[in-house]
């Protein structure tokens, strides 16, 4: 499984962003994809997952601000952020998780910059 993703870039405080990312290669086996993200300095968190039948969670900094959706048939996930903060800023990665493989495969990153 690859992946490949898009949306990231520059916004201010309050503003939003749309990340997207679409899976290629054994799509059929991915059960489930979500966003992570990464500060300097931190590790890498959950923002957001989704399963293949739609069963979404949050971490708390992103309920009700982040909504995160699934097209199956297009193998994409999108990750719409509003009212994002600076704390938001991180590098955000893709991931898909897989039935045939214990790790996710992870995409490359995409920058998340937001200014106050």
């Known amino acids: 499984v690859q992946l490949q993703a898009s949306g990231g870039g520059l916004v201010q405080a309050g503003g939003s962003l749309r990340l997207s990312c679409t899976a290629y290669?054994?799509?059929?086996?991915?059960?489930?994809m979500g966003w992570y993200r990464q500060a300097p300095g931190n590790q890498r968190d959950m923002v957001a997952r989704?399963?293949?039948?739609?069963?979404?969670e949050y971490s708390d900094s992103a309920k009700g601000r982040f909504t995160i959706s699934i097209d199956n048939d297009k193998s994409t996930v999108e990750l719409q952020m509003n009212s994002l903060k600076p704390e938001d800023t991180a590098v955000y990665y893709c991931?898909?998780?897989?039935?045939?493989?214990?790790?996710?495969?992870w995409g490359p990153g995409t920058q998340v910059t937001v200014s106050s």
């Open positions: 991931s898909a998780n897989s039935d045939y493989s214990i790790h996710p495969y």
């Open positions: 989704i399963t293949h039948d739609g069963r979404a």
């Open positions: 290669g054994n799509i059929f086996s991915i059960n489930a």
